[in-house]
Structure formats: structure tokens, C-alpha cells
């Protein structure tokens, strides 16, 4: 727990005592925790573990059972490529292999630099748009392998901008 | 706050008034409504609202014209969309420049923008009032009745919809009686299975215990499915008014609400609508005055494709893993927390109160023998008219496809339609003829699922699809008993090789025999469906596998290493953007001078040239 912050610590366990009446209220916590911080460490589950007595081995099954769920922190832009059976019959997966080309990771990997991870949506529903890309909530729709590259381009100009 | 039925109807019909208004014009103004469903807020239907106010408001239009976002009109192909009222011109890909026209030459000049309107692709007429379009002529709505009607915030608009007339009348019933027009109508739950949704509330209405739950099922994960969060973001008293009825009847006074993370505007629409529903005392103590009480509550789920499982849904809610275990018992006698539960799809629950409301008979009048009332369907893949769409059970597929989906773009041919998702199978172009209800689909060997449906053409390789499902599931396997565990991984690995040419008559062989095991041996229904892609295509597609097998081809040019691409020489015109886009330099030639020609054992077969090349000269032909 060394390198968590004293108000790390008082965050999380004021999550875990937003759901005090609850009767089980294991996945709100984590989802909160993971909406919070977007990753939820061991260090992190021993906390939860001592403020609700529900056993570390628990908390560890269950983050890692549920895809919501991460270990590790994840990139600063979530490339968010849908793979729902709309977008894949219009070539989804092409796409998907574009974005791990280009920046060198698979599905559900972060680029060394922090900056990007691929996330393989199960499905977004915006099936009328297929192939859909979401990158930290903005969509880009009908999706072709040539605009890939740009599209990372965009996300690095604006970084290059911001240091 | 409404206390009584007596308050209910009379602010019912006040609100009646007040909605019908925003249609037929009574009240002298102009609206422009809307449409803000997923697949238009993603193609601009925020900024074309903004627009609309910023020029209502320049032009001093405020006292004469509004503005209405309401929920999704279901052909997301053509948005995003205006309607205007009360002359009912619908147009449609509209983008933000098109609203100075429209509000100058229709809002203002009472003129039709032509441009704007729906071209029927097969007779290249325009039409102008959504209702004569084809896509919504076949449909009927019952569970998605509101939506894109009404704005799913109000409160007062949902009530001059109809909301809360079916529980009124329900809490006017004894319990009993709920169940027993539940089982009359012969509804069918609408989330996979079909099962008797009367008789899975006579069930936990037998039981004797103080604490009984509802759940409603909204983990929606089949890919390409939507018509749960459609409803949800649409119209989310109606799925609360559901659970109201089914906890009235089964005599539960809790409901829990489990819907998917990824769906971030249902839940926040779903739990303002909770909130609103309270504030009214129609979530709470004494519901009407009928003594009945009954609280909602909202779980997310946190991305796990089996607790749409009911059993897995509940050890979810439970804070658990979400792992299916063996039934019996069955939720309805041992559920959450130990107690009485009824897990029902949200669908399901939209649909009840139209039966409280209208009666029995209303509904059964739509459907077939053994599949009342309709079902929603997510249309989607290769077909014109992508969207959302409600018809009555019965409705041939073919209807479908080609009457309300508009057929297949770009002259292709159709291959094969896939319904129930992962646990589904596809009906190929012989069997289009087919009336759908929950036993057709499933003698074709696919089953209703939750309702996605999409279609395949002849470009689609149907080895791949199957692998795409097998894929899904093999990730999605929670890992509890074998047959699913290995067998899907087993399944994956012999599709992957037969994708990539290296598969003998043998695998082939072997895939049906993990498959069959597969079906019969696991122990929730997500296994057992696992390899319903599989046989499913072996038996209508069985060609394509052999194909991909003996001949090392592939049909459709789809699996990477079945295919070879190369440059037709008497179409090639030298120009060298094929050689320039390609990533890995595996064209060559001079241009002007010599043809183009592809190194196969370069090439990474991305497809680029194909898409770059302006005259055809590439080709997937070997």
C-alpha cells in the first residue's frame, strides 16, 4: 500500500461507504472505483477488502471476471473499435488490425507512451453507422481502413500541442 | 402526485390534450421534432437541435415554433431526421446547413423541402409523411410504444401516451387475475428463450414467502442487438410500469433493474425516470391507494456477455461473479438473495402494460398461433434500411428483409439473415418464406434471441461468421464447466485453421462432434447454443466449408490467406496509386510504361489498392 495517497486511501473508502446499507454492494464499489481512477490495483482491492470484510480472493475473482474491471491503468485515449456482428459483416475487423498495426498493440494493450489502448467493443449499438470507432466518447462513424492512420494522427497532433 | 386512478385519468387526459396538440396543430404552433436516438446524436442530431433553437430564436419564431427531441424514429440509416408538425413532412439526412432552408421554405413559406425527403430505392418516389414509407407501413408498435412519440423525460407526455393506465387497471384486479391475463395473452418472454411469461409469474406467485423480487434483464449483449436500450432510452416508464404490474402480481414489493455499462444514456434516463415516478407515488407506498407498494432499483453490469444468463444475472447483482448455475431451482422458487424471483427481458416488461391496458384480446389479436403479439427487431449488416423495427409476430422474413429493410445494397445478393446472435444460426435465401414466431425459427435451426437480425451477402464469408460467434463466445465462457470452456476453445482453433486453408476433412469431422457435445453437455444455455453458429452453417453453408478444406478457396474472398490479390492487366492504366498506397510495397511497375503487378508473397492483403484503384483493374479473383 506504500505508494497509494493518504487521500487516495480516504476516497476509497468513502466509495465503500456510500453503499454501507447495501446488501451486497461489491460491483458498485469497484465500478466506482474503476470510473475514479480508471484501474483497480491489488493495493486498491486490500482497501476495500479491510473496509468491507469481504475477502481479498473475492474482490480479485470478481474484478478480474468482469471486463469492466481493469489492473492496469489505460491509455489516455481508449480506442474504442466495435466489433458487434453489424460492424464486423462491414469489415470492423480490418479496422481493428489497422489501429494494432499502426501503433504496435493488440486488443486490450496499451501503446508504451501511455497514450493509446484498443478496446474491442462487444457492440455499441449504433449498427445504422457501421463500422463505428469511439475514441473517449466521440464517435466516428462508417469507419474505412485509409482514415486509420489520420485518425491517430489527430490524437498525437493534439498531444504535440499540448506539451 | 397522484393519489388515485380517478387523479390518474383525469391528468391523463389533460396531458392526452397537451401531446396531441404537439401533433395536430391545435394549439396553433409549429414543432420540429427530433429525432434523438443513438445513430443520429452520433451523426449530428444535437447540433441540428441547437441550430434549430439558435434560428427559431433569430428570426423572433419562439412564440410560433418549438422544438421536441424525442426518441428514436427506427430507420437510423436516414438520420439524422426533422419532423415537422402538423403538416407531418419527415426529412431525413439532414445536416446542419439544411435547417436555414427548412425553416425558411416550409416553417415559414409553408413550401416542402423536396430535396430532403424519403426516395423509395425501388420506385425513386418521394415521400413525405413517414407513415407511407415502406420501412414503417408493416410495423406495429406495442413494445415500443412511445418511442419517438414522446420525449423520454417528460413525465407528462408519457402519461398522455397511455403510461400507468395498465397498472391502474391491473391494481383494480386481484393478483391472481394479473397473472392469469399475462398467461392469456401468451406472452412469450422476448429476451432468447420464449418461455410463458404468465406462466413464469404463476410460478413465483405460488410461492409462499414475504420477499419475492422482479428483475428486469437489460444486459443486453448480443452484438448487434438494440432494442432493449431503445426502449430504455426511449420510453423507460413503460419498463418500470411493467415491473410495477409484475411485482403487483407475483406480490414482490422490490425490483432491481440490471443494465449494461454500456449504455450510459439508458441508465441515466431509466434512473430520471425512477425518480420521476416516485415524485408522482407511483414507485413507493400505497401505489394509487390500492395498498400495494413497490421501489425500483438500478445494478450495472460490468461487461460479462453471460449474466444476460438469469441465474448469472443474479449472482451478478449479488456482488458474485457472474456464474450460471444448475437449474432447478429455479429463480422463481429459490433467486435473489434465496427468495421468490422472476427474471424478465425489458422488452417483455415494455409489452405488459399494453395487455393491462387494451386487454387481452387486443394483443392476441397480432401473432400467430403459438407467438402472440410482435416482436422488435435490430436490423442491421447488408440491408438498406438499418434501424429498429416492430412487427407483428408472423411476418415473413422476406417482408423483413426486402419490404421494410429495402432490400440488399448495391445490387448484391443475399446470403443468409442471422438471428438470436451468438446463439443463433442463419436462415439462408430458401427459407425467407418463413413467418417468424419463436418455433419457425427455431425448426430453421436459429432461434428468436433477443432480436438482432442481421443480413449477409454474397461478400460475407459464412466460415468467417461462424468463427466471429465462436470467437465471442470463447472470450465471453466464464469458465465453469468444461464442455464450454474447452469445447468452444476447441471449436475456435478448428475454424481459425479451416480459415486459413491448413484444415483437413478431418477437423471438419471433429467440429461437429465437440459441437454436438458442446450442446448437450454444458450447463447454462450459453454453452448449449455455443455451437448453434456452427451447425448452423454446416448445414446450409456446408459448401463453403469444403471450399475453404479441399480447395483452399475462399468464396466470398474473406479469409486472408484463402485469398490472392491481383491487377487485371487490360484494365490497369499504369498510373501507380495502387503501388503508392500500398503499406508494404508489394506493387511495382513504371508507370505509363509497364503494368502494375501484385507480389503475392509480399502482400499483406489489406485491401488498400482495391480501394484506391479508379478504374476495377483489382482483383480477389484467382
Given at each position: 500500500m506504500a505508494h497509494l495517497s493518504e487521500a487516495a486511501v480516504v476516497k476509497i473508502n468513502e466509495i465503500c461507504d456510500r453503499y454501507a446499507n447495501e446488501k451486497t454492494p461489491l460491483i458498485m464499489i469497484l465500478s466506482d472505483i474503476q470510473k475514479e481512477y480508471g484501474y483497480i490495483p491489488l493495493e486498491v482491492q486490500e482497501i476495500v477488502s479491510e473496509r468491507t470484510g469481504i475477502s481479498v480472493a473475492e474482490i480479485y475473482g470478481v474484478v478480474t471476471f468482469y471486463s469492466f474491471f481493469s489492473l492496469k491503468p489505460n491509455g489516455k485515449y481508449v480506442i474504442g473499435c466495435c466489433l458487434g456482428t453489424a460492424c464486423y459483416v462491414k469489415g470492423a475487423q480490418q479496422i481493428v488490425d489497422k489501429f494494432s498495426e499502426i501503433l504496435g498493440i493488440k486488443p486490450g494493450e496499451t501503446t508504451d507512451d501511455g497514450l493509446f489502448t484498443i478496446d474491442a467493443l462487444r457492440c455499441i449499438g449504433a449498427c445504422a453507422i457501421a463500422p463505428a470507432v469511439t475514441i473517449n466518447g466521440k464517435v466516428y462513424p462508417h469507419v474505412e481502413v485509409s482514415q486509420v492512420a489520420g485518425i491517430i494522427d489527430e490524437y498525437k497532433a493534439k498531444e504535440a500541442a499540448e506539451a | 402526485m397522484i393519489r388515485t386512478p380517478e387523479e390518474l385519468y383525469a391528468r391523463a387526459a389533460v396531458c392526452k390534450e397537451i401531446l396531441d396538440s404537439k401533433f395536430n396543430g391545435s394549439d396553433g404552433k409549429i414543432y420540429l421534432m427530433i429525432?434523438?436516438?443513438?445513430?443520429?446524436?452520433?451523426?449530428?442530431?444535437?447540433?441540428?437541435?441547437?441550430?434549430?433553437?439558435?434560428?427559431?430564436?433569430?428570426?423572433?419564431?419562439?412564440?410560433?415554433?418549438?422544438?421536441?427531441?424525442?426518441?428514436?424514429?427506427?430507420?437510423?440509416?436516414?438520420?439524422?431526421?426533422?419532423?415537422?408538425?402538423?403538416?407531418?413532412?419527415?426529412?431525413?439526412?439532414?445536416?446542419?446547413?439544411?435547417?436555414?432552408?427548412?425553416?425558411?421554405?416550409?416553417?415559414?413559406?409553408?413550401?416542402?423541402?423536396?430535396?430532403?425527403?424519403?426516395?423509395?430505392?425501388?420506385?425513386?418516389?418521394?415521400?413525405?409523411?413517414?407513415?407511407?414509407?415502406?420501412?414503417?407501413?408493416?410495423?406495429?408498435?406495442?413494445?415500443?410504444?412511445?418511442?419517438?412519440?414522446?420525449?423520454?423525460?417528460?413525465?407528462?407526455?408519457?402519461?398522455g401516451c397511455g403510461a400507468y393506465q395498465g397498472l391502474a387497471n391491473a391494481l383494480k384486479m386481484t393478483p391472481q387475475e394479473v397473472v392469469i391475463s399475462v398467461l392469456e395473452s401468451g406472452l412469450r418472454g422476448r429476451g432468447g428463450g420464449g418461455f410463458l411469461t404468465g406462466r413464469k409469474w404463476q410460478f413465483?406467485?405460488?410461492?409462499?414467502?414475504?420477499?419475492?423480487?422482479?428483475?428486469?434483464?437489460?444486459?443486453?449483449?448480443?452484438?448487434?442487438?438494440?432494442?432493449?436500450?431503445?426502449?430504455?432510452?426511449?420510453?423507460?416508464?413503460?419498463?418500470?410500469?411493467?415491473?410495477?404490474?409484475?411485482?403487483?402480481?407475483?406480490?414482490?414489493?422490490?425490483?432491481?433493474?440490471?443494465?449494461?455499462?454500456?449504455?450510459?444514456?439508458?441508465?441515466?434516463?431509466?434512473?430520471?425516470?425512477?425518480?420521476?415516478?416516485?415524485?408522482?407515488?407511483?414507485?413507493?407506498?400505497?401505489?394509487?391507494?390500492?395498498?400495494?407498494?413497490?421501489?425500483?432499483?438500478?445494478?450495472?453490469?460490468?461487461?460479462?456477455?453471460?449474466?444476460?444468463?438469469?441465474?448469472?444475472?443474479?449472482?451478478?447483482?449479488?456482488?458474485?461473479?457472474?456464474?450460471?448455475?444448475?437449474?432447478?431451482?429455479?429463480?422463481?422458487?429459490?433467486?435473489?438473495?434465496?427468495?421468490?424471483?422472476?427474471?424478465?427481458?425489458?422488452?417483455?416488461?415494455?409489452?405488459?402494460?399494453?395487455?393491462?391496458?387494451?386487454?387481452?384480446?387486443?394483443?392476441?389479436?397480432?401473432?400467430?398461433?403459438?407467438?402472440?403479439?410482435?416482436?422488435?427487431?435490430?436490423?442491421?449488416?447488408?440491408?438498406?434500411?438499418?434501424?429498429?423495427?416492430?412487427?407483428?409476430?408472423?411476418?415473413?422474413?422476406?417482408?423483413?428483409?426486402?419490404?421494410?429493410?429495402?432490400?440488399?445494397?448495391?445490387?448484391?445478393?443475399?446470403?443468409?439473415?442471422?438471428?438470436?446472435?451468438?446463439?443463433?444460426?442463419?436462415?439462408?435465401?430458401?427459407?425467407?418464406?418463413v413467418s417468424i414466431d419463436f418455433d419457425n425459427l427455431v425448426a430453421l435451426g436459429s432461434m428468436m434471441g433477443s432480436g438482432g437480425a442481421i443480413v449477409m451477402d454474397e461478400d460475407n464469408c459464412m466460415v468467417d461468421v461462424a468463427k466471429f460467434y465462436m470467437e465471442f463466445i470463447c472470450d465471453e465462457s466464464c469458465g465453469k464447466c468444461s464442455p464450454c470452456r474447452i469445447g468452444t476453445k476447441r471449436m475456435l482453433e478448428i475454424l481459425t485453421k479451416i480459415t486459413e486453408g491448413e484444415a483437413t476433412m478431418k477437423d471438419l469431422e471433429e467440429l461437429e462432434t465437440i459441437g454436438n457435445a458442446c450442446q448437450t453437455n454444458s450447463l447454462c444455455s450459453l454453452g448449449q447454443s455455443a455451437a448453434n453458429p456452427v451447425i448452423s452453417t454446416l448445414a446450409s453453408f456446408y459448401d463453403e466449408y469444403l471450399a475453404h478444406i479441399q480447395d483452399k478457396k475462399c468464396p466470398a474472398h474473406v479469409c486472408k490467406n484463402l485469398t490472392v490479390y491481383s491487377i487485371i492487366a487490360d484494365k490497369c492504366k499504369r498510373c501507380s496509386l495502387c503501388a503508392k498506397k500500398c503499406p508494404v510495397g508489394a506493387i511495382s511497375g513504371i508507370v505509363g510504361k509497364t503494368n502494375f503487378v501484385i507480389d503475392p508473397e509480399v502482400c499483406v492483403r489489406c485491401g488498400l489498392c482495391i480501394a484506391s484503384c479508379k478504374f476495377g483493374a483489382i482483383t480477389k479473383e484467382q
Open positions: - | 429525432c434523438g436516438g443513438g445513430g443520429c446524436v452520433a451523426s449530428g442530431a444535437l447540433k441540428l437541435e441547437e441550430e434549430c433553437n439558435r434560428l427559431i430564436e433569430e428570426k423572433g419564431l419562439s412564440e410560433k415554433v418549438a422544438v421536441r427531441k424525442v426518441g428514436c424514429f427506427g430507420l437510423c440509416s436516414q438520420g439524422p431526421f426533422i419532423r415537422v408538425f402538423p403538416k407531418d413532412v419527415l426529412y431525413r439526412l439532414v445536416k446542419q446547413e439544411d435547417i436555414k432552408e427548412i425553416i425558411e421554405k416550409d416553417v415559414i413559406g409553408g413550401e416542402i423541402v423536396e430535396r430532403l425527403l424519403y426516395v423509395d430505392p425501388k420506385t425513386g418516389e418521394k415521400i413525405a409523411k413517414q407513415d407511407q414509407i415502406p420501412f414503417y407501413k408493416k410495423q406495429k408498435k406495442i413494445a415500443l410504444h412511445g418511442c419517438g412519440v414522446i420525449n423520454p423525460e417528460s413525465f407528462d407526455e408519457a402519461l413465483a406467485y405460488n410461492q409462499d414467502s414475504k420477499e419475492k423480487y422482479v428483475v428486469c434483464n437489460g444486459d443486453e449483449g448480443d452484438p448487434g442487438a438494440f432494442m432493449d436500450r431503445s426502449i430504455l432510452e426511449d420510453n423507460p416508464l413503460s419498463v418500470i410500469e411493467g415491473m410495477t404490474i409484475a411485482g403487483y402480481a407475483i406480490g414482490a414489493s422490490e425490483g432491481y433493474f440490471y443494465v449494461r455499462a454500456e449504455y450510459p444514456t439508458a441508465v441515466k434516463r431509466l434512473r430520471h425516470a425512477i425518480e420521476m415516478a416516485e415524485a408522482q407515488g407511483l414507485l413507493g407506498d400505497d401505489i394509487l391507494g390500492s395498498g400495494f407498494s413497490f421501489r425500483a432499483h438500478i445494478r450495472l453490469g460490468a461487461g460479462a456477455f453471460v449474466c444476460g444468463e438469469e441465474t448469472a444475472l443474479l449472482h451478478s447483482i449479488q456482488g458474485l461473479r457472474g456464474m450460471p448455475r444448475p437449474r432447478p431451482p429455479f429463480p422463481a422458487v429459490r433467486g435473489l438473495w434465496d427468495k421468490p424471483t422472476i427474471v424478465n427481458n425489458v422488452e417483455t416488461l415494455a409489452t405488459v402494460p399494453y395487455i393491462l391496458r387494451n386487454g387481452v384480446e387486443e394483443f392476441t389479436k397480432y401473432g400467430t398461433t403459438g407467438s402472440k403479439g410482435t416482436k422488435v427487431f435490430a436490423l442491421g449488416g447488408k440491408v438498406n434500411n438499418v434501424g429498429l423495427v416492430e412487427v407483428p409476430m408472423g411476418t415473413t422474413l422476406r417482408e423483413l428483409v426486402y419490404d421494410i429493410g429495402g432490400g440488399i445494397p448495391g445490387g448484391k445478393k443475399f446470403k443468409a439473415i442471422q438471428t438470436g446472435g451468438p446463439s443463433g444460426g442463419c436462415i439462408t435465401a430458401d427459407e425467407l418464406d
